[in-house]
Structure formats: C-alpha cells, structure tokens
C-alpha cells in the first residue's frame, strides 16, 4: 500500500522511526519494486525535524 501511495504522489510526509539495531532481511521501506527511470524523476524530501525518543531517533520529512 505504501508503495502504491508514493507512486500516486499521495504522501507529502514521512515520519521514520529509527532504532539502534538490525533485524536482518525484511521488506523494503517503499515502493513496489519498480525502479524511477532516472535520478530526477525520485521523489525529493527534506528534513523538517529530528528528535530523539529514548534511544529511538525520530526523522519527519517533507515535500520540497
């Protein structure tokens, strides 16, 4: 679902949660396994604020 929302250009904010460990093999965070044609057609993002929650940091991102 999230991958189909991001190719519909239907987010216009990330809030990721990131955690001091890893997991090992999983699912990707986005898309749908579709690649963009080209490095100017990837959707850009900035960073609207960072902040730690525990040993938790917590990333929101916006469209530029």
């Known amino acids: 679902l999230t991958g189909a929302m991001m ?3 239907l987010i216009d904010e990330w809030l990721l949660y990131l955690a001091p ?3 090992g093999d999983g ?3 986005v898309g749908d396994g579709r690649a963009w044609p080209s490095l100017g057609d990837v959707p850009r993002w900035r960073w609207k604020d ?6 938790t940091m917590r990333l929101r991102l916006g469209r530029r």
Request: net charge negative; hydrophobic share 45%; charged share 20%.
């Open 7 to 9: 190719n519909d250009d």
């Open 21 to 23: 460990m890893f997991l």
């Open 27 to 29: 699912m990707p965070v």
């Open 50 to 55: 960072q902040s730690m929650v525990g040993e």
